[in-house]
């Protein structure tokens, strides 16, 4: 073992405080938030369970590791949520002073669509 992967093995937590394992060196059960969301899952609440720690690019890098079998089915949306996301969608693209929806977003920063900010008759 290198002597970067022995400063960062500590199953126990004694040095780190919890659990803490060399990259790609974790025990089967343990993932990441990403790793958890590809498999549909969310933590649910659960606290950290362990941690990965490598040096890169600043310093020490760490990921955190949560417990698979306390993981939950990730929450789908409603339809009156996808409702209110699509209706917030379409206000976006509305333009305030012509009232056409536009096949962009209009700029925050304009308040209008790019026409009506040029004064090009629609």
């Given at each position: 073992?290198?002597?970067?992967?022995?400063?960062?093995?500590?199953?126990?937590?004694?040095?780190?405080?919890?659990?803490?394992?060399?990259?790609?060196?974790?025990?089967?059960?343990?993932?990441t938030r990403r790793q958890l969301r590809a498999a549909g899952l969310r933590p649910?609440?659960?606290?950290?369970?362990?941690?990965?720690?490598?040096?890169?690019?600043?310093?020490?890098?760490?990921?955190?590791?949560?417990?698979?079998?306390?993981?939950?089915?990730?929450?789908?949306?409603?339809?009156?949520?996808?409702?209110?996301?699509?209706?917030?969608?379409?206000?976006?693209?509305?333009?305030?002073?012509?009232?056409?929806?536009?096949?962009?977003?209009?700029?925050?920063?304009?308040?209008?669509?790019?026409d009506c900010f040029e004064g090009v008759p629609s």
């Amino acid at each position: 073992m290198s002597r970067i992967r022995a400063a960062y093995n500590d199953p126990d937590g004694n040095r780190y405080g919890i659990p803490t394992y060399w990259w790609q060196g974790a025990p089967p059960g343990y993932a990441t938030r990403r790793q958890l969301r590809a498999a549909g899952l969310r933590p649910a609440g659960q606290p950290i369970a362990a941690q990965v720690l490598w040096r890169g690019v600043g310093g020490t890098r760490a990921a955190y590791l949560y417990r698979v079998d306390l993981a939950r089915p990730k929450r789908t949306a409603t339809p009156a949520q996808l409702r209110a996301v699509r209706a917030a969608l379409l206000a976006r693209r509305t333009c305030r002073i012509c009232g056409r929806v536009r096949p962009y977003y209009i700029p925050r920063s304009l308040g209008e669509c790019l026409d009506c900010f040029e004064g090009v008759p629609s």
